[in-house]
């Protein structure tokens, strides 16, 4: 892992956090959809955003 700087480290809480949130809000708007054309595309937006939370997350020295 590299030294990250106090600022880096804000910059990656921010980033985890809003990857978060946009993970969870298309995982709900997949289950809420009746379509399920654009269910499964929303599906694969929060699947797009749970891997950029990982590679994010293993940044900061986390496994996963």
Do not use: P, W
């Amino acid at each position: 892992m590299t030294n990250l700087t106090a600022k880096d480290l804000d910059v990656l809480t921010h980033l985890l956090t809003g990857e978060e949130i946009a993970c969870k809000k298309a995982r709900v708007y997949a289950n809420t959809l009746t379509d399920q054309a654009l269910a499964q595309e929303m599906e694969e937006i929060a699947d797009a955003h749970a891997q950029r939370f990982s590679a994010l997350y293993k940044i900061l020295g986390g496994k996963g």
